[in-house]
């Protein structure tokens, strides 16, 4: 199973040019790819459907979106009916698998005066592989102002991966009227494994990066916890600052994590540092689960 995480800048490349076609051909060999900034109806963007059209560019996949900044953006059209609209900035999650249900938590915000300051939220889908067994695959956009902004937003996820599994599937359970119709498709799994991936605006050896995956020991290295998550990073064997996803960066701020039980699955990690559709890198991990 090839993932990838791709802050798309709303289609903005280093040239300055808006081009979702090119950021469809630089994500269009992953089995599953999680996106951040990703936009619908908005003036810079020439007022595309953003979701929409990356999933026409890029064909037979599943995908969801999650709307987390939402502002209205209704018009009257030439006969003088209202045309509801909204205009929306969040994140997207594309899976050649079915993705057999999704759910989208707001996290904290600050409100500030000075600096811009937007709703971020964490995407969950449950996706199942060829082999019958799901995952959830999440995609993320933590703030960019400050790790005081960040660690209440790495708290909130904590919260909702550890609760996930004992608050079951989106459907779960018995309903005293089989033929009501709320059966419809059998019970719905909540599994255990995790793939945490996106822009999380930290790089390594940061107070942010030790919430979520452990303190660092001098001389024993990442104190990994097997209920934990684990940066796949490093479970491929590259050093922990070797490449950088964003040029104003000396390390990755793009993040991809698993769960604990997923470690000895991954197989390599890796940023194509030769794209060019956005300001940031994808950030990709081959991982050794039922594709």
């Not at 810079?44 to 999933?55: C, I, K, Y």
């Not at 989208?104 to 709703?119: E, G, T, V, W, Y």
């Not at 909130?156 to 550890?162: G, K, P, V």
């Not at 040029?247 to 993040?255: G, Q, S, Y």
Request: glycine share 8%; charged share 20%.
């Amino acid at each position: 199973m090839k993932i990838v995480t791709y802050n798309i800048q709303y289609g903005l490349g280093e040239d300055g040019r808006y081009d979702l076609a090119r950021i469809a051909q630089e994500v269009a060999e992953a089995d599953v790819i999680a996106l951040q900034e990703v936009e619908r109806f908005w003036q810079r963007s020439g007022m595309v459907d953003q979701p929409a059209e990356l999933a026409r560019l890029l064909g037979s996949y599943y995908w969801v979106y999650g709307a987390n900044l939402d502002v209205d953006a209704s018009y009257h059209n030439g006969t003088g009916e209202l045309v509801n609209r909204r205009r929306q900035f969040g994140t997207m999650i594309l899976s050649r698998r079915p993705i057999l249900s999704s759910r989208n938590f707001p996290l904290p915000k600050r409100a500030l005066i000075n600096q811009h300051s937007i709703q971020q939220g964490l995407l969950e889908a449950v996706i199942a592989p060829q082999d019958g067994a799901a995952i959830r695959v999440y995609s993320v956009h933590l703030s960019h102002l400050s790790p005081e902004t960040r660690l209440p937003q790495i708290e909130a996820i904590l919260d909702i991966l550890e609760r996930a599994p004992a608050e079951g599937g989106a459907w779960c359970g018995n309903h005293p009227n089989p033929a009501s119709g709320w059966t419809e498709g059998g019970a719905l799994p909540m599994p255990r494994e995790v793939v945490l991936a996106g822009d999380l605006n930290f790089e390594p050896e940061t107070l942010e990066y030790d919430r979520f995956l452990g303190p660092n020991a001098a001389h024993h290295g990442r104190l990994y916890s097997p209920e934990g998550l684990v940066d796949a990073w490093d479970m491929a064997g590259n050093g922990r600052t070797d490449a950088s996803s964003h040029p104003n960066h000396e390390a990755r701020i793009d993040h991809i994590f698993v769960s604990g039980s997923l470690a000895p699955r991954v197989r390599r990690c890796w940023i194509d540092e030769a794209a060019n559709g956005s300001d940031h890198r994808p950030l990709w991990m081959d991982l050794d689960f039922g594709s």
